[in-house]
């Protein structure tokens, strides 16, 4: 039972900086919007969510406006760490998911996309059986109500040197079928759609859904 | 990939009956609404939805104001008829679940609810494993954005005499554990939702989720 808003989680995050609360409470809200809340094990949302941030002072270390930018740097860097192993941690997983979308309207359709993608049963199964279906890619960005125009989608597996392109402006790109197979057997497994329509950009987290997830939820009683 | 809007599919739907093209379609797109669009397996939408309506008019039967009620429901009954085999051909499904919906503020929102809930990978792994886990239906219902009080919900597993509550207004029912794991085990299994709020209602099919699933898509190679 995890999804945004914020997953199934209580995170205790504690800090010995010394910073005023409203400042702490602006950089908590920023850090989570793109980390706890852009991870998705199987959609079923929770009521228990809970993220905390304590600061102590105990460094004496002053939080002011020149410090505040390292700050929120530092303590995204955290959240998205706990966020990527929640993901990872999800029942049944074999392996991270880490959907980067790009060239959207707005960083809200972005996300939208990529939680559209990370939802996905097909998409989750695919990369399980390491099955380069980029189509159930595109079509779960097609479903997700952003605006998405196939003639300038493309996709990546893969990071840095070893990514291959899939799929170049709407077209089949050729690609070395056991080469991309091998990407979705990685851990975390990358994938990057970039819509080519504007500036918008998320990443969303997810796992592989295996047999696994059925076994541990169907026979777990209450 | 079999989802509202409207699930995987080509549908033809003939008749005999003489009718005019645009009653005919206004009479297919009510019959739609409530049965292909209220569908799912997995969430994933195809692009490929299609369903048609042909009237050869060889029966010479004229379908006019006075027999339009009647027609409407025959290609209603048809309708529901083929969508509830679909859910219950689901990749990987044992049994059908049919969800109804009632007491919602609007039938929109009735449809809302029954949609989480039928897309719920907990929900359909419980009821797969026989669990009744009604916490997982009402967390559905919770997070569908529909309005929901606590309060006021009641949940029924089963149909006439058979069926058991699980739940008074929002507080948990005193029932028989083997009982209920008996009625997820039915085919179709009935859960029906009351949310004492208002006249809305809506029935929704989907199926279980069983491990099946995961390796019909995890191993189907495009």
Redesign the interface.
Known sequence: ?I?P?MATMLAVIATDARIAPDRLDRSLRGAVARSFNRVSV??????NDTVLALASGASAVEIGERESAAFDAALAEVCVSLARQIARDGEGATRLIEIAVTGARSEAEAHRVGDAIA????VK??V??G?P?W??IL??A??SGAEVEPERTRLWFGGGDAAIQLLERGLPAPFDRSRASALLREDPVLLRLDLGLGGGSATIWTCD???E???I??????
């Open positions: 039972m999804h808003n199987d959609g079923d949302m929770s009521t939802c996905s049963p097909l199964t695919a399980h059986g099955d279906n189509g159930r079509a779960a097609g479903y859904l295996s047999a997830y059925v076994s939820n169907a026979d777990y009683t209450t």
